[in-house]
């Protein structure tokens, strides 16, 4: 009895101790984080009992601090500064110090998180995750174009992901780079933005093609103005600057090509074809053979005829052309070709008995634009031409005669049988006869 006495009278101090609140300053204490590691430090407030729960001050003996409730040694809730935790942001895990609201030992509240690594996050956080925010220069990995790159976002987020304004840099397994700046939704491009891609998938012709894209976008592919590099249906090196929609050249353009057989393409584009007006596909046709250029006068004189290049309008009507009231009196081919600079503006002028060297006809652009053209020589072979035809003329005699009511459109070259560069005219025909020859 006696002995059962003194164990009772020897505990009792410590049983009154659980029961009561008791005031510590830096006392030396462990607590275990959200994360489950445990940290070593002093705490400075109020304990109940002895189970290491109650509220105050604990600086850890890494050099971070909490205030806020502890339960049985846990951090629970309180504020933060420099707390190594684990945080999901932008879809990535990240180790780092967080500094803000906690909630059973996490993230939660307003707050700011510096990763190990590299990188830095602020923003609402729930549960150890960014919500929404802003993040500067963390390492994440964007999926495009079913290829996966690595690299740095800086920007907003959204409902933890990328969603927003931001900018992004990365580079894939294989080496391609990639760099997007603008907006984002659910974790990718979305809305208006401008992208530097080495690899990127563009429908051209009808066909996937891939290549170097640089400009502006929208929901991750081209829309506006931007420039591509890449290879056409037959391998040949090309480059596109112009207008897209959805991924495919459409609007105002240039295309050219790293090959001497192919013209470049100056105008319209349509969902990755080149499909120009005539006066554009005039101008295509002189930066090949004949070359030529339109001058903005010339251009705003052929405008006053658009009929000519219509598709049910036929150019072979020469007897009854209505260009005979046109012409302009006493311009013959040699003073043009001798002052080709005094009709730089445009003049309808009257060729007759040209006898036809060479002639071609076909279908050159994807809108299905007819073309022909026939180089011929005057009775004295002084003088050379080349007549562009709004009209396919399929099988035209050779040596045979033409009378052509025209507009001048520069003067070019063309090299004769002899193997010799020679002075030729190129004109852009109104209406025409053929001698001997019925389409």
């Known amino acids: 009895m006696k002995k059962n006495l003194r164990l009772l009278l020897a505990l009792l101090p410590l049983l009154l101790l659980a029961g009561c609140s008791r005031n510590v300053e830096e006392k030396a204490l462990a607590l275990v984080l959200g994360s489950g590691e445990k940290a070593e430090g002093t705490f400075t407030g109020t304990l109940e009992g002895l189970d290491r729960t109650g509220s105050g001050l604990f600086r850890s003996s890494d050099g971070w601090t909490f205030e806020g409730e502890i339960r049985q040694g846990v951090l629970v809730s309180g504020e933060g500064t420099g707390v190594p935790l684990a945080v999901e942001a932008a879809g990535e895990t990240l180790e780092g110090a967080y500094t803000g609201g906690l909630e059973e030992g996490l993230p939660q509240g307003e ?10 996050a602020s923003g609402t956080f729930d549960s150890g995750r960014l919500l929404a925010g802003e993040v500067a220069g963390l ?26 304004e931001g900018r992004f840099s990365g580079i894939s397994e294989n080496g391609w780079k990639l760099e997007y700046a603008g907006g984002w939704d659910g974790g990718v491009p979305g809305g208006r933005g401008e992208l530097s891609a080495e690899h990127l998938v563009i429908e051209w012709e009808g066909e996937l093609r ?49 090959a001497d057989n192919y013209f470049t393409r100056t105008g319209t584009f349509t969902e990755g074809w080149f499909t120009p007006t005539f006066l554009e596909a005039l101008e295509t046709w002189g930066s090949y053979e004949p070359e030529f250029t339109l001058s903005p006068e010339l251009k705003e004189f052929l405008l006053q005829y658009p009929w000519i290049w219509d ?14 009231t046109e012409i302009q009196p006493g311009l013959y081919a040699g003073t043009y070709m001798t002052q080709p600079e005094e009709y730089a ?11 036809i060297v060479e002639a071609r006809t076909g279908i050159y652009f994807d809108n299905g634009i007819e073309l022909t053209q026939i180089t011929a020589v005057d009775s004295g072979y002084r003088q050379c031409w080349r007549f562009l035809v709004p009209e396919r003329m399929e099988d035209l005699p050779r ?5 052509a009511y025209v507009v001048p459109l520069g003067l070019s070259t063309y090299t004769n049988t002899l193997g010799e560069e020679v002075p030729c005219a190129v004109a852009l025909v109104g209406d025409i006869q053929v001698r001997g020859w019925q389409k």
């Not at 040596?399 to 009378?403: F, M, Q, S």
């Open 345 to 355: 503006g445009g003049v309808w002028m009257r060729l007759t008995s040209y006898r």
């Open 210 to 258: 891939a290549g170097y894209y640089e400009g502006q976008t929208r929901d991750g592919v081209p829309s506006g103005q931007g420039a591509f590099q890449g290879l056409n249906g037959e391998n040949v090196p090309a480059e596109y600057t112009g207008a897209w929609r959805e991924g495919r050249m459409h609007g105002a353009g240039v295309l050219t090509f790293q």
């Open 139 to 164: 390492t994440v990995s964007l999926e495009y174009q079913d290829t996966v790159y690595r690299g740095v976002y800086t920007g907003e987020v959204a409902d933890g992901t990328l969603q927003g």
């Open 399 to 403: 040596a045979a005669r033409l009378d």
């Open 111 to 120: 707050g700011t998180f510096q990763a190990a690594a590299a990188g830095e």
């Open 311 to 324: 598709e049910d309008n036929e150019n072979l009507d020469y007897e009854g052309s209505e260009f005979r």
